[in-house]
């Protein structure tokens, strides 16, 4: 039979065990996120091979290395002599955990010279030989950006985040994509916040998860990157911390106010039950 002592240590195990941020720090998140495989052949899909071969503008796709985690450059200017260049973004990681590399391009449009912008999400799948594009339709010729094909019309079902950082359940083998939309972007103010996505199969997409729903596997993962950080792709930095994407409360702290006091642009999406209930309760509470 248990000593007190032991029974005490137990008992304290079990309540700590039952908390809600218990399971968010247990071993089975991490930001330590496995090496995946890259497909045979070019590392860059083919559509942008195509447009180095013609376009100086995208000559920086004939540098890409195998070994690169993130590679980006301009694409074309949007208005002739206002050098208001595209920019694109690749982040490479295992979106679908399937074990193969793949790509999260992120294609910005300046919306204005002092910084403003906009952009779409595109995702290329890698194959065991190249790649499979997930994305709103764009004319062959073009790269993935605003103002080609269906991407202004398709533009919210493809909008995930700008620049992605990744968590990783070990016990699942899953990968968590956190993302968010950065001050000066057109999105900020209607979807403010950090988003949370995890791989849909059936939907062949990503898919935005309540990071607010209590117990949920999104409220684990929110809270493990609140206490630890999530794994930026573009590593390789001089200190090794700056390789994690920290939780930046400022960012929660707007998401807050902006859902709890309904601001028109806001109020236009979609908002978790979960969070308005926690509003509801603040509201109260004052």
Known sequence: ???????????????????????????SF?????????????????????LAKRWKEFAWVKKVKRTDTSTG????????????????????????????CDWFINATIPLSSGGDRDSINTLYLGQRKGWRRIGAPVRPSDPDSLGSGKTDEQQSR????????????????????????????????????YR?????????????LDKWEPGSNA???????????????DTGHERPEDDLDQFDPEIEADELRRACER????????????????????????
């Open 263 to 286: 601001e028109p642009s806001v109020a236009e999406m979609p908002l978790s039950p979960h969070l308005l209930a926690r509003c509801a309760a603040q509201h109260h509470a004052e």
């Open 196 to 208: 949370i996505f995890v791989w849909d199969d059936r939907a062949s997409t990503l898919r935005l």
């Open 30 to 50: 991490t930001n330590v996120i496995p090496a995946c495989r890259m497909p045979a052949g070019s590392p860059m899909p083919d559509r942008y091979l195509r």
């Open 158 to 193: 493809y909008l995930f985040g700008e620049e992605p950082a990744l968590l990783y359940d070990a016990a699942a083998r899953v990968h968590y994509i956190v993302t968010s939309f950065y001050e000066r972007h057109e999105q900020h103010l209607s979807r403010p916040g």
């Open 73 to 100: 450059g301009d694409g074309w200017e949007r208005i002739d002599g206002s050098s208001m260049y595209e920019w694109f973004g690749f982040y490479r990681t295992d979106l679908n955990n399937d074990g193969w």
């Open 1 to 27: 039979m248990p000593s007190p002592k032991l029974f005490r240590l137990l008992a304290a195990g079990a309540l700590i065990a039952a908390s809600p941020g218990a399971y968010a720090q247990g071993a």
């Open 219 to 233: 409220a684990a993962a929110y809270a493990y990157f609140k206490a630890h950080g999530a794994r930026t792709i």
